[in-house]
């Protein structure tokens, strides 16, 4: 996401990395380039001016530091700037104290909002509440339905108002009726889809009010396209003024898109930008955190985020469990295999090799296939249970039965096992290491990057 801002920061601040020092005429050169950076990725225009104006005042006024370069120095204004520009801090969707929280989701057709929706709810039910949707898009075709099969999906009621099987067009009675719905069957997160046009008018505008209105709604969150352009903030500015929304969304971070415009959002309306939704997938929907964005612009990659994905698949005791096999080399292909469905249970590989720092440019051209691992289960899944807990009695016989059973050659097999070792070898070494007490602080870790 952000390839080309963030290609083109890294071509800014380089300006300045091979300088000695810091002053007025260099500093001069590399705003230019940020600002430069930053119309091309198409952040508005004022956001963009500003935000180089106070870096240029930062620098300028900051203490001159012997410890850092002023390649490093610079980079950390810039990131600090960025952060500030993003929003500070992760800003939490507000529950209400009084079960259901009502969450009105608004913006153009088009934009998402009814995937969004979906997502939403599997975000909510994953942190243990109990979500429902309401279907209150009633005039594009076919949304109930789209509604009601993520809803299937995700494993959560739908609320939708039909007559001799045709939708109702009545959006106020269906977010009415949901409410009472949802208090009814004690569900405690209340998600209601509305209609979008491709343009702003001004009978949806007057629909969404009345919605707001009598339901009274504890959160509204603004779902944007990120590959909108400059039309996301128009569309943000006008949609703000009429429903004063609590909070942005942004999709389609995936896509091939510049992106500026969305994030300048935040600064236009000063509202805060609570998700982001990578994929298609329904867990492709991320708690939008600014620190961590501005990282990943930065091509710092995003350790924290990949650390908590990992954490979403932990369990301490099997934990504690492999690292003792590990030591004491009982670690075989069935826990490896296992350790496979997490990895993938964490979400798209891409994605995740992303937030490593430094490796996401160095995959960014390549195609990552999210089945990447399919030849290898089905090598371990062609070896007997005896074979998977005790690899050495893998002879050549076995071998050949095993790239028959699971459609490649005996060289992929060979290449498994060898691997296997290596990997056996290595983890062993590094449990080691952590047994002396040597553990990875995965914050300074940050900081030291700053």
Do not use: W
């Not at 990943?296 to 350790?303: E, K, P, Q, T």
């Not at 979400?347 to 030849?375: E, N, T, W």
């Not at 059973?405 to 290595?426: A, H, T, W, Y």
């Amino acid at each position: 996401m952000f390839e080309n801002l963030s290609d083109k920061l890294e071509e800014a601040l380089k300006t300045i990395s091979g300088q000695s020092q810091i002053n007025e005429l260099n500093v001069a050169e590399t705003m230019r380039e940020i600002r430069r950076a930053l119309l091309d990725a198409d952040v508005n225009y004022q956001v963009a001016r500003d935000f180089t104006k106070n870096v240029k005042e930062k620098v300028l006024g900051s203490k001159v530091l012997t410890a850092v370069s002023p390649g490093q120095q610079l980079t950390k204004i810039v990131y600090d700037e960025l952060v500030a520009f993003l929003g500070e801090e992760h800003t939490e969707v507000q529950l209400s104290p009084k079960p259901p929280t009502i969450i009105l989701v608004a913006g153009l057709q088009g934009s998402g909002k009814t995937t969004f929706c979906g997502k939403l709810a599997a975000y909510f039910k994953s942190k243990g509440l109990a979500p429902m949707l309401a279907a209150a898009d009633v005039y594009r075709p076919a949304a109930v339905d789209q509604l009601k099969t993520l809803a299937e999906q995700v494993g959560v009621p739908v609320h939708a108002v039909l007559e001799d099987g045709k939708v109702v067009q009545d959006a106020v009675r269906v977010a009415k009726e949901a409410v009472a719905e949802a208090r009814k069957n004690a569900r405690n997160i209340l998600i209601i889809d509305t209609a979008g046009r491709m343009h702003v008018d001004e009978t949806m505008m007057v629909e969404v009010e009345n919605i707001k209105k009598t339901v009274d709604p504890t959160e509204i969150l603004f779902v944007v396209d990120s590959m909108t352009g400059q039309d996301a903030v128009n569309t943000a500015m006008e949609f703000n003024q009429r429903l004063n929304f609590d909070g942005v969304v942004l999709t389609k971070l995936d896509g091939d898109t510049r992106g500026g415009a969305a994030l300048s959002i935040r600064s236009v309306v000063n509202k805060p930008i609570k998700f982001a939704s990578t994929g298609e997938k329904l867990d492709a929907l991320i708690p939008f955190y600014p620190d961590r964005m501005a990282q990943r612009i930065l091509g710092m990659g995003d350790v924290i985020s990949f650390v908590e994905k990992a954490q979403e698949q932990f369990d301490q005791k099997q934990a504690e469990k492999l690292q003792s096999k590990i030591r004491s080399e009982d670690f075989n292909l069935e826990d490896f295999y296992e350790q496979l469905q997490r990895i993938k249970s964490m979400g798209s590989l891409k994605d995740l090799m992303g937030m490593i720092p430094g490796v996401g440019r160095q995959i960014r051209d390549l195609d990552i296939d999210d089945d990447a691992f399919k030849h290898i289960e089905a090598m371990i899944s062609s070896m007997t249970p005896q074979e998977r807990h005790h690899p050495e009695l893998l002879n050549g016989s076995r071998r050949r039965r095993i790239a028959m059973g699971s459609g490649v050659e005996v060289r992929d097999v060979n290449q498994l096992i060898k691997q296997f070792k290596e990997m056996k070898k290595m983890m062993k070494t590094m449990s080691k290491l952590m047994g002396k007490g040597r553990s990875v602080d995965l914050q300074g870790l940050m900081r030291g990057r700053m």
